[in-house]
């Protein structure tokens, strides 16, 4: 991939949209959602404070991460579509 993220950005592999629901029905693709999922590829140093030092971010790349419906921008990068989006649209990490 060559995608390099930048400040507080990270770019985040979406995970594939469910096919069927719970109760095994095929979804056509006109009704798929769009995945709110991924796995965190790309991390950016941080965010630049007022003091001249970066903020940490709270995530690392392998992390599986929730965000927003409509957070980020998503990308195509060799077929594969990515969300880059702000360390703030994260909702939460996946633990495992």
Do not use: H, W
């Amino acid at each position: 991939m060559n995608i390099r993220p930048l400040d507080d950005r990270l770019v985040v592999k979406q995970a594939e949209a469910e096919t069927k629901t719970a109760s095994g029905i095929f979804l056509p693709e006109g009704a798929k959602e769009k995945p709110t999922r991924g796995k965190v590829i790309s991390v950016g140093p941080g965010k630049m404070l007022d003091s001249g030092n970066r903020a940490p971010i709270a995530v690392n790349v392998g992390d599986e991460v929730y965000y927003g419906k409509y957070a980020g921008t998503e990308v195509k990068v060799n077929d594969e579509k990515f969300v880059i989006l702000r360390e703030s649209d994260l909702l939460g990490v996946v633990e495992k």
